[in-house]
């Protein structure tokens, strides 16, 4: 017995999440996982070398982090398809804010798609857009 899809419409928007601060151990942790030990992401002389302010997140683990938060949303067996685009990066010490809107709802076979926009403050950090089934209402 599944989850039931969640029921959405166009124009909806999404409860949003926030994640953060982003902390230098959440950066560790998501190179150990993923395998990513880019000195941008643990050497703060490197990045500083390279042009930044100091290390960065990955991408991916901002990307992940949008990805969890719709699969939470509708449930992981409803996210059909997910896409993003990375904007600019996260710091140690930022917070991200996660919205998303409907954009579309189709009644021929029960999906609905999700803009969604990760920012930090005023910034945008990634942007995606996922594909998901739905609950249709009435």
Not at 34 to 63: C, E, K, S, T, W
Not at 73 to 86: A, D, I, K, T
């Amino acid at each position: 017995m599944g989850r039931p899809a969640a029921t959405l419409e166009v124009g909806q928007v999404v409860e949003s999440r926030s994640i953060g601060p982003i902390t230098q151990t959440d950066i560790v942790r998501f190179a150990g996982a993923g395998g990513d030990f880019n000195p941008l992401h643990h050497d703060a002389a490197y990045a500083r070398q390279a042009g930044l302010p100091d290390v960065i997140a990955m991408g991916q683990m901002q990307a992940g982090m949008l990805a969890a938060w719709i699969a939470d949303l509708v449930h992981v067996e409803n996210l059909l398809s997910f896409s993003v685009r990375f904007a600019s990066p996260l710091a140690i010490g930022q917070t991200i804010e996660m919205t998303g809107t409907v954009s579309s709802v189709s009644t021929e076979d029960a999906t609905a798609h999700l803009e969604l926009l990760a920012k930090s403050g005023d910034r945008a950090v990634i942007s995606g857009r996922a594909r998901v089934r739905i609950a249709l209402s009435g």
